[in-house]
């Protein structure tokens, strides 16, 4: 007998996970270089320390004034508002979307994206034994909304995940993509996982003003990447509250623990402070991304905080010359690109400095 006694389909599977190296520049799993200020992580250590008093108490089960914070923050990104009842909150966008596919996925039924996405996905359907469908991107990373959509009215999936920004090419989905894709997939639900959802160019909309045209959209979101708090692990999304109900029988009770809480509404506090860094990772992103095209390179176009590029012969060979002058990046898409995080002006000043070098060297 094989020793553990491990589901059959899991047997030599390495963990998800991108290596965690300790360099000076780390530009590789998308998180916001910029730190809380202090102000910021002193309001959350005197809120961790008023929940630390009654942590003998199970947490609110039902986190009502973080749905509640969480909701006034996402109607800033809509005419319609959002109400507490909309929301769902996880540790971790990863969470949540895993919740989505153990109440909607499941044997017998079908999670579809279209690829190159994010990596996550195919396992939240194997951890849930639900049937995986990958469709296709164009080569400039677009969906062609008539093929999506003939692929989604033949598979008929329970689940329909649209990263928007995608991972890793960084390219946002129109409004018309959404809708179409919420009208196919009827009998299903649509995430909109917009993790990256704040760094969208400017007049890029963001899916949740689309919420009320369709009871089968969810938008996901996470404070991991604009709020500065990918440590925290807190993920929420706004959806009809029919679907937040059904979430809550798959959810272990009290999932969100109090501390959790606690820290999630003080850093929700200062959110024009930590969304005003986006401003600046924004900016620098799109310098980023015409530096790399002024060096020759193909970039993505992005609304995301990181840029693909490439295309190299040999990718491995790029991403450790510029690890051997300590900058890690991600090798990660389609073969022959890389992915880069935008992160501070000096942390992209090093990664030019140091592709350049290593551009040369190839040369
Ligand atoms: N969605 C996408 C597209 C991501 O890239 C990530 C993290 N890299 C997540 C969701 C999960 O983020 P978290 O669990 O930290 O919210």
Request: aromatic share 8%.
């Amino acid at each position: 007998m094989t020793w553990p006694p491990l589901r059959e389909e899991l047997r030599g599977i390495e963990p998800y996970g991108a290596p965690q190296l300790d360099v000076p520049v780390q530009l590789n799993v998308n998180e916001n270089p910029y730190g809380p200020s202090l102000a910021c992580a002193a309001d959350i250590a005197t809120a961790v320390a008023g929940a630390a008093t009654t942590l003998n108490r199970y947490p609110d089960r039902e986190f009502v004034e973080l749905r509640t914070a969480l909701a006034a923050y996402l109607s800033t990104d809509t005419p319609h508002g959002v109400t507490a009842e909309q929301v769902w909150a996880a540790n971790g966008s990863n969470e949540v979307m895993l919740q989505l596919l153990q109440a909607f996925g499941g044997p017998g039924r079908v999670a579809l994206s279209f690829a190159p996405t994010y990596s996550m996905y195919p396992e939240y359907a194997r951890d849930t034994v639900t049937e995986w469908v990958l469709g296709r991107r164009e080569s400039d990373f677009s969906l062609d909304l008539a093929r999506a959509r003939d692929l989604v009215k033949e598979r008929q999936p329970s689940v329909v995940l649209l990263p928007s920004p995608n991972n890793p090419t960084g390219t946002a989905l129109p409004p018309e993509a959404v809708a179409t894709l919420c009208e196919a997939a009827q009998d299903g639900i649509v995430v909109v996982d917009e993790a990256y959802g704040e760094f969208r160019r400017t007049g890029v909309p963001s899916a949740v003003e689309l919420l009320p045209e369709h009871r089968n959209l969810v938008v996901s979101r996470t404070m991991s990447k604009a709020f500065a708090a990918a440590g925290l692990r807190l993920g929420y999304l706004a959806a009809d509250p029919a679907i937040c109900d059904a979430i809550r029988v798959v959810r272990l009770p009290y999932h969100l623990s109090a501390v959790t809480q606690a820290a999630a509404l003080a850093a929700l506090r200062h959110a024009p402070e930590l969304l005003g860094k986006v401003d600046e990772l924004r900016a620098e992103r799109d310098a980023s991304v015409d530096w790399l095209r002024t060096r020759g390179l193909q970039v993505a176009d992005s609304d995301a905080n990181f840029a693909l590029f490439g295309t190299f012969a040999d990718r491995h060979a790029v991403w450790q010359g510029l690890l051997d002058r300590g900058v890690l990046i991600r090798e990660t898409g389609p073969d022959g690109w890389l992915r880069v995080s935008i992160g501070t002006a000096d942390e992209m000043m090093a990664f030019k400095q140091a592709l350049t070098e290593v551009l040369e060297e190839e040369a």
